[in-house]
């Protein structure tokens, strides 16, 4: 059994900082593709940021030079670093991880979701 925990979301100004983590727990034999979405109210989840094992990093346009994504795999954990935030960053956003439990289970968990707010 695999849970995501996430942590860090909260109220931040416009131009200020938050940084969200999310530490998988459980009988986890590897975690391949980790992930951070969120969902404004009234549309649909988005991307906001992927990172696989080993490689290269991918961010949504709109959180492109602001975001950061990282993952320290000896705790299982993905974090999301988010500078010079925007009112339009304002969100619930969740944690996301494509986990393999045994030889031949693979499936994708998600986290429970942490609500960012952005305002004056």
């Known amino acids: 059994q695999v849970q995501l925990v996430e942590s860090g979301g909260g109220l931040v100004q416009p131009g200020g900082s938050l940084r969200l983590s999310c530490a998988a727990s459980?009988?986890?034999?590897?975690?391949?593709?980790m992930g951070w979405y969120r969902q404004a109210p009234g549309k649909q989840r988005e991307l906001v940021a992927t990172?696989?094992?080993?490689?290269?990093?991918n961010y949504a346009d709109s959180v492109k030079g602001r975001f950061t994504i990282s993952r320290d795999n000896a705790k299982n954990t993905v974090y999301l670093q988010m500078n010079s935030l925007k009112p339009e960053d304002t969100a619930i956003y969740y944690c996301?991880?494509?986990?393999?439990?045994?030889?031949?289970?693979?499936?994708?968990?998600w986290g429970q979701g942490t609500q960012v707010t952005v305002s004056s």
């Open positions: 996301n991880a494509n986990i393999q439990t045994s030889m031949f289970r693979v499936y994708g968990y």
């Open positions: 990172i696989p094992s080993s490689g290269s990093t």
């Open positions: 459980g009988s986890i034999f590897s975690i391949n593709y």
